[in-house]
T-cell receptor, first 113, second 111 residues
Framework: SAVISQKPSRDICQRGTSLTIQCQVD?????MFWYRQQPGQSLTLIAT?????????ESGFVIDKFPISRPNLTFSTLTVSNMSPEDSSIYLC??????????FGQGTRLTVV | EDKVVQSPLSLVVHEGDTVTLNCSYE??????LLWYKQEKKAPTFLFML????IEKKSGRLSSILDKKELFSILNITATQTGDSAIYLC???????????FGKGTHLIIQP
């Protein structure tokens, strides 16, 4: 199984500010995925991050709001920009393992006030 | 668009009971179906199912996939209070796409 270190674990932010979430994987992976889980809802895929190319965003998510970096095969960041209370969610990064399915970071619980 | 429907959305049972959680799906290009347990923030992996009719088992938990009927079940026998969690079902398409999750089943085990 992959070990994924995600931080921060939680944060409380003022509206209008930005927060960058980091994920470090203990091995090289081709793709990393970012998910959002709004309160009481299931996980929704935000984007897929490949090293060396721009992230691919799902419908309803745009790069200006959720810029993603993928500087190497073990690391990625997701920024939640110009935050509003509606952005209060759990954000999760994930990597895929063919034999054992996707593994997740510990998650970031974001509260925007 | 890929779709995953879980039922029931919530379930309250007593310790020792057996529960069956359901997951139906529609996916354009199926690669696998996964079950996760979510207690706090991060889902923890339970099972990955790729072939129809093969039961995956781990202790008191087991799961089976029916690819013809596009359906999976997760069984938990002799439930314990520590089984209380949200159980998520997800489908993984072929290619480079991420997972599509169902809304989850919120399971509460009462002592």
């Amino acid at each position: 199984s992959a070990v994924i270190s995600q931080k921060p674990s939680r944060d409380i932010c003022q509206r209008g500010t930005s927060l960058t979430i980091q994920c470090q994987v203990d091995s090289q992976v081709t793709m990393m995925f970012w998910y959002r889980q709004q309160p009481g809802q299931s996980l929704t895929l935000i984007a897929t991050a490949n090293q060396g190319s721009e992230a691919t965003y799902e419908s309803g998510f745009v790069i200006d709001k959720f810029p993603i970096s993928r500087p190497n095969l073990t690391f990625s960041t997701l920024t939640v920009s110009n935050m509003s209370p509606e952005d209060s969610s759990i954000y999760l990064c994930s990597v895929d393992r063919w034999e054992t399915g996707a593994f997740f970071g510990q998650g970031t619980r974001l509260t925007v006030v | 668009e890929d779709k995953v429907v879980q039922s029931p959305l919530s379930l309250v049972v007593h310790e020792g009971d057996t529960v069956t959680l359901n997951c139906s799906y529609e996916v354009t290009n199926f690669r696998s179906l996964l079950w996760y347990k979510q207690e706090k923030k991060a889902p923890t992996f339970l099972f990955m199912l790729t072939s129809s009719g093969i039961e995956k088992k781990s202790g008191r938990l087991s799961s089976i996939l029916d690819k013809k009927e596009l359906f999976s079940i997760l069984n938990i026998t002799a439930t314990q209070t520590g089984d209380s969690a949200i159980y998520l079902c997800a489908v993984e398409p072929g290619g480079a796409d991420g997972l599509t999750f169902g809304k989850g089943t919120h399971l509460i085990i009462q002592p």
